[in-house]
């Protein structure tokens, strides 16, 4: 995938730029309408044009990453004099190959909206929303959120952010709010999926390191999906599932008969959150039946002797009638795990959304290690990540840790960041901030009194809603910054600020499997909308910082940062040349560091890590991790009988929808009003039909969705999709207490006819 790229850097704000005075914005507004980034292939028109709007004829076209999913597809863009006419999937992306779910191919589409943020918006006496200048909304941003500092201290202001802005937007967000403008909470809505994963992986391997390449999905002879339904949530990676010639044993784990659990050879459709004592009862009998690696064990591995104890007390016939999940059941998926010459593990938000989810997740990492499952094609413990970046927030947002994955408690690490970044050392916090639910919490308790919103949606993802929504209704101040002025949470906001999305901005995301991809700038943003990244350093001018970050002119003046930033971690991009080189390379997957690009001229495209059998603690080994059962939160009982399951609902729905939405395409593929499955002897005890209404009461609040009478819940379950902007009402909010990710799968609900 040879293409030339010419060298402009659009919607970049250069150090020329005026730092003494208030000149910038013009500069700013200025620079998003300049030429865009163009790339030609070398033998133009050698591929297919495939859809495009307008009936334009493309000129060019160039290849970007996908904005929806971890995933992370290329696609193929279709230009004409610069600006994107539509799309194809493209063909030599390694990680597609070709293939493209719904969501991709409308990415350009929803960019199209009447509800796109195109100015700056404040809060009128009345309720309203006025238009206002990037002027006036940075003067107002800057002094209330200075002011409330000044009256309740630095502490007293924090920041949200996400995992769908490219990597450097992140990097610069967390390097300004932290360095810059002193807060010292900010965190992310990866918390809502990624967390789980993120801290088993650090406390397993001794760093957040997913260890596979998309490659195993073709290499396994058993995979084992815990909590995960690809062919609804990853599509593209269910395809290649199908494209596996080793007639994989596929064993799933789900409560649900999913789309994926269909396809399986085994499907243990266990009770709600019965995983972790089934996944103990699996790995007593891989130990009991001689399956153990124990050469591997020996070498590579700590705790086996108390992991050994530990699973000896879940024998099979106890966790049968816990999990609902037959002994001779536990016993194959023991065997066919057991025997396998090259087994995955993966696991999605069924796992991570869990008030257990951390030990569950380290479970599936101990069934991976002590069967040697590692490092080797087709095999790893395997976490799929949601969003499409929410492997960079993990890696740069100044949330979970210091940039880079440093760690505020370092002195040496703050030392790093200091020298690397030009800036004081005493500008860096000591420790981490607050995660999600405790700056939630802060709210509430009148600690924090201004809060900064960037990219996500919590008026409708977070949990409990209708107390999410009081809880933001407390600030002093809240700032939203997103590409849409209407999504639930600018509803509450203060100040709305424009924001550039997908296709109108550069820089890069990091998928699934540790890949570095290119997003480009495609298309113009409307009205007066910025990227993020041009929106903070507009900040950083009007806060007074602007030349402590003299050096972020522009995206992939920032990644160069964060390539020295990496310099040792075991994610180490210093070996990547720049943009052109990702482009070229059709990504690359991070570790590249510069001793690997002087011992091969290009990196090979299927990289797994530990391939060594050397991990990142101390000893070089893994830890296998163990824990104690903890009940469930909220059982169900006579008042609330049914247990309602949250999870991804169709291909074509996305979050909160505030993207897939806007496409009249999408919203085609899917129920438009909100539904629960429910299991037919459930429907007939209430007295509905498919397709009538029911209402839905939990302990927080109640609402009225359509029944779907389906055989694939349990009786006394139930399933309503996480897109609807209902279904967080109804559920609890109780966390993991490691990872302090939310638990959404698992509330009580009692369902009436209407």
């Known amino acids: 995938m040879s293409i030339e790229t010419t060298s402009a850097k659009p919607g970049s704000l250069t150090q020329s730029a005026a730092i003494e005075d208030r000149k910038v914005l013009p500069q700013l507004i200025q620079a998003r309408t300049g030429k865009m980034t163009r790339e030609l292939l070398l033998q133009p028109g050698s591929h297919g044009l495939g859809m495009t709007h307008s009936g334009l004829t493309p000129d060019a076209t160039t290849t970007a990453v996908c904005g929806y999913c971890s995933t992370g597809c290329g696609l193929r863009i279709h230009l004409r004099e610069d600006e994107a006419i539509g799309l194809t999937p493209e063909t030599n992306y390694p990680v597609n190959l070709g293939m493209a779910c719904p969501k991709g191919w409308e990415a350009l589409r929803v960019l199209d909206s009447d509800d796109r943020a195109t100015h700056p918006l404040i809060k009128n006496p009345n309720g ?13 941003f800057t002094d209330r959120f200075k002011s409330i500092q000044a009256e309740h201290g630095k502490q007293s202001v924090a920041f949200l952010s996400t995992g769908q802005i490219p990597s450097e937007e992140m990097a610069f967000l967390g390097a300004l709010a932290k360095f810059g403008m002193g807060m010292v909470h900010g965190d992310g809505n990866t918390r809502q999926c990624m967390a789980t994963a993120v801290t088993a992986y650090k406390e397993s391997f001794g760093f957040d390191a997913p260890p596979y390449t998309y490659d195993d999905f073709e290499q396994s ?3 084992v999906f815990v909590g995960a339904n690809p062919c609804i949530g990853h599509p593209i990676l269910w395809e290649r599932v199908l494209r596996n010639k080793n007639n994989p044993e596929i064993i799933v784990l789900d409560p649900r008969r999913t789309e994926t659990a269909m396809a399986a050879s085994q499907h243990l459709q266990l009770s709600p959150k019965s995983d972790l004592a089934l996944l103990y009862a699996i790995t007593g009998e891989i130990i009991r039946r001689g399956y153990v690696d124990d050469s591997f064990v020996q070498a590579s591995t700590t705790g086996f002797e108390q992991l050994c104890e530990h699973v000896a007390k879940f024998d099979t016939e106890s966790v049968a009638k816990i999990s609902g999940v037959s002994e001779e059941q536990i016993i194959k998926a023991a065997e066919a795990i057991g025997t396998g010459n090259a087994v995955s593990l993966w696991w999605t938000m069924g796992v991570n959304q869990s008030y257990e989810g951390t030990r569950t997740a380290q479970a599936i990492i101990n069934i991976a290690l002590i069967t040697g499952n590692i490092g080797r094609p087709g095999t790893g413990a395997n976490s799929i990540t949601g969003q499409c970046n929410a492997m960079g927030s993990r890696l740069w947002s100044n949330t979970t840790n210091l940039i880079g994955h440093h760690r505020f408690e370092d002195a040496d690490d703050r030392a790093k960041v200091a020298c690397e970044l030009d800036i004081d050392i005493e500008s860096i916090p000591t420790e981490t901030g607050w995660s999600y639910d405790r700056i939630m919490e802060g709210i509430q308790n009148d600690e924090i009194k201004g809060l900064w919103v960037i990219a996500t949606n919590p008026a409708h993802s977070w949990i409990h809603q209708s107390n999410a929504r009081e809880i933001l209704d407390k600030l002093d101040f809240l700032v939203v910054q997103d590409m849409y002025s209407s999504t639930e949470t600018a509803r509450h906001a203060d100040l709305v600020l424009p924001a550039a999305a997908w296709g109108e901005k550069e820089g890069t995301f990091i998928n699934s499997e540790r890949r570095y991809s290119l997003l480009k700038k495609v298309a113009k943003a409307p009205g007066e909308a910025l ?3 041009n929106i903070f350093r507009a900040v950083a001018h009007y806060w007074g910082v ?3 970050f003299s050096q972020w002119t522009d995206p992939e003046a920032a990644f160069r940062i964060m390539q020295r930033l990496s310099e ?13 080189h990702l482009d070229d390379c059709g990504g690359i997957q991070w570790p590249w560091t510069s001793a690997d690009a002087k011992q091969w001229a290009k990196p090979y495209q299927q990289r797994r890590l530990f391939s060594d059998s050397v991990f990142h603690h101390d000893d070089g080994k893994a830890k296998l991790i163990i824990d104690d059962i903890t009940p469930m939160p909220e059982p169900t009982c006579d008042d609330y009988p049914t247990m309602l399951l949250t999870g991804r609902g169709a291909v074509s729905q996305w979050h909160t929808q505030t993207r897939t939405s806007k496409s009249p395409v999408l919203r085609k593929l899917y129920p438009n009003e909100p539904y629960i499955e429910i299991h037919p002897d459930d429907a007939r005890s209430i007295g509905v039909q498919n397709g009538e209404q029911v209402r839905v009461t939990s302990r927080r609040g109640s609402l009225i969705a359509n029944a779907m009478v389906v055989p694939t819940v349990k009786p006394k379950q139930a399933f309503m999709p996480m897109h609807y902007e209902a279904t967080n009402q109804l559920t609890l909010s109780h966390f ?19």
């Open 221 to 223: 002879d058993c995979m």
């Open 531 to 533: 990227s993020d990244f």
């Open 568 to 580: 040792d971690k075991p994610s180490d991009i210093t070996g990547i040349d720049g943009y052109e």
């Open 128 to 140: 309203g929303f006025s238009k206002a200048t990037w002027d006036d909304a940075l003067r107002l």
């Open 736 to 754: 993991d207490p490691h990872s302090r990710q939310p638990s959404y799968k698992n509330s009580a609900v009692r369902i009436e006819a209407v």
């Open 546 to 548: 602007a030349e402590m």
